[in-house]
């Protein structure tokens, strides 16, 4: 099936929200809890590259990629192709029951592009927040120790499990605890605001470790290697280095969650590798299936053996339609180069914002990796977060257009997630509409 492309430019025939969407939202609001709540004045018809069309014609740019998920864009033609095909030949029958070759194939081909070396295996899964948990379990089994450390400003998911190693309150734990034992706090290293260096930064959170945890206690230590829901916080250089080498020396395992950084989003496949570190676990989702739901843990064959037959699964983990389109993404990264677009991403957005910050002194930090920027507002003397600015910009941008999201556990930082296949041109053009704002207010 082929379809005219969609034109990949900015363009309003209506103002935000348009007739349709109105009508549309009057509709969620009576059948959908207002727990569940978009931000987008609008609704979506159609998407591909670096555009979303909404249903009353209307053409935003995208900057959020649905959370870092479609980094090949929403319906790269390999991923649809691959999806329909598999589609038509069975949509499930369970990898627990009757298993199919795509799921091992997606399964080496994890092994051939994580940064741990050795065999790796995987378990697929259907979200961030399952494969979380997963690799928790998994942790549990092999060290036959309990406790799990995650850090100030981690985001981690919102099932009960997840929720106790999110940091921020609200929304995500306000009024649903109590949340699960043997989840512990530990300060990382946020230089913005701390002004450690990595070595120090480490220092703190392996007293902080050993006093409150203890190394016998400690099944492992989880962290997003650049933390996103957070504020998009890239720890000072040399920071994780330190920490996975105490849990190295210590028979804790390190577990890297690489959701939202993984498969080119910062300019390589994964994080840990720019980091120089290899995790023992690595939870993954996101980008991984271009927008299909998928997760999976990937770890080293030891460490994943660890668990009982029987002991991993769930009816839809790794559903064939989604490992189709996980094996397509992946290629499609790889044939397009996606690792160096994000990387130049990165330059564009962070050369736009230095500019801006010569005449704004609110553009507090400007910090992130490759395809995931982020820019924190703060009040220029006393480094106040500036949340409402913050949430001011991004309502005005998403009414004239522009896909924004923002983040940070004080709610001052706006976050860029563009899909890595979004055009220059398009993305200068979102990026000026977030400037020309940001000159109004
Ligand atoms: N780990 C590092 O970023 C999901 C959440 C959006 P799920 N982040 C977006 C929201 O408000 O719910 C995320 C993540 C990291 C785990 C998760 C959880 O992934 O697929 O949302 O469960």
Same mark, same amino acid.
């Given at each position: ?234 720890? &000072?250089?040399? +920071? ?8 190295? !020396?210590?028979? =804790?395992?390190? /577990? *890297?969650? #690489? ?13 840990s590798t720019t980091e120089g570190i290899e995790p023992d676990l690595i939870t993954l989702a996101k ?7 998928l997760s999976a843990v990937t770890g080293r064959a030891e460490v994943m053996d660890a668990v009982h ?64 920027? &982020?820019?924190? +507002? ?8 500036? !949340?409402?600015? =913050?949430?001011? /910009? *991004?309502? #005005? ?45």
């Amino acid at each position: 099936m082929s379809r005219e492309p969609l034109d990949q430019s900015r363009k309003l025939v209506t103002e935000l929200p348009g007739p349709k969407a109105r009508e549309m939202r009057e509709s969620l609001d009576t059948y959908v809890p207002k727990g569940v709540s978009p931000s987008m004045p609008a609704f979506a018809a159609r998407a591909e590259g670096g555009i979303v069309e909404d249903v009353d014609g209307n053409r935003l740019i995208d900057l959020g990629s649905g959370i870092a998920v479609t980094t090949v864009g929403a319906s790269h033609p390999k991923v649809v192709e691959a999806v329909q095909e598999q589609v038509a030949d069975f949509t499930h029958t369970c990898f627990m029951v009757t298993p199919y070759d795509s799921y091992t194939r997606l399964a080496k081909r994890l092994d051939e592009v994580v940064p741990i070396s050795g065999q790796t295996r995987s378990v697929l899964l259907n979200s961030g927040a399952e494969a979380v948990e997963n690799a928790v379990k998994v942790a549990r089994a092999y060290t036959g120790k309990q406790a799990i450390a995650a850090f100030d400003n981690a985001y981690h998911g919102r099932t009960t499990l997840t929720m106790g190693l999110t940091a921020k309150n609200m929304p995500y734990k306000e009024s649903f605890g109590p949340f699960a034992p043997e989840l512990y706090r530990v300060p990382g290293s946020y230089p913005y605001r701390d002004g450690l260096s990595g070595e120090e930064a480490a220092q703190r959170t392996i007293e902080s470790l050993e006093s409150q945890i203890g190394a016998n206690n400690l099944a492992a230590v989880i962290m997003e290697p650049i933390q996103g829901e957070g504020g998009f916080i890239v720890p &000072a250089e040399g +920071f994780l280095a330190k920490v996975v080498e105490w849990c190295k !020396a210590n028979d =804790v395992l390190f /577990i *890297a969650d #690489e959701v939202q950084t993984g498969f080119t989003r910062t300019g390589e496949w994964f994080a840990s590798t720019t980091e120089g570190i290899e995790p023992d676990l690595i939870t993954l989702a996101k980008g991984i299936a271009g927008g299909m739901p998928l997760s999976a843990v990937t770890g080293r064959a030891e460490v994943m053996d660890a668990v009982h037959a029987g002991g991993l699964g769930g009816t839809y983990g790794g559903n064939p339609v989604a490992v189709a389109a996980g094996l397509a993404s992946l290629q499609v990264m790889e044939e397009e180069g996606l690792a160096d677009k994000a990387k130049h991403i990165g330059e564009v957005i962070t050369e736009h914002f230095t500019q801006a910050q010569k005449e704004d002194s609110r553009i507090g930090d400007i910090r992130g990796r490759g395809a995931m920027m &982020a820019i924190e +507002f703060v009040d220029p003397e006393t480094k106040e977060p500036l !949340a409402k600015l =913050v949430n001011d /910009i *991004a309502v #005005e941008a998403r009414k004239q257009g522009v896909i924004t999201l923002t983040a940070g556990t004080y709610g001052n930082v706006l976050r860029f997630l563009p899909p890595v296949v979004i055009g220059e041109d398009l993305l200068k053009e979102g990026l000026s509409v977030i400037t020309d704002i940001l000159a109004d207010m």
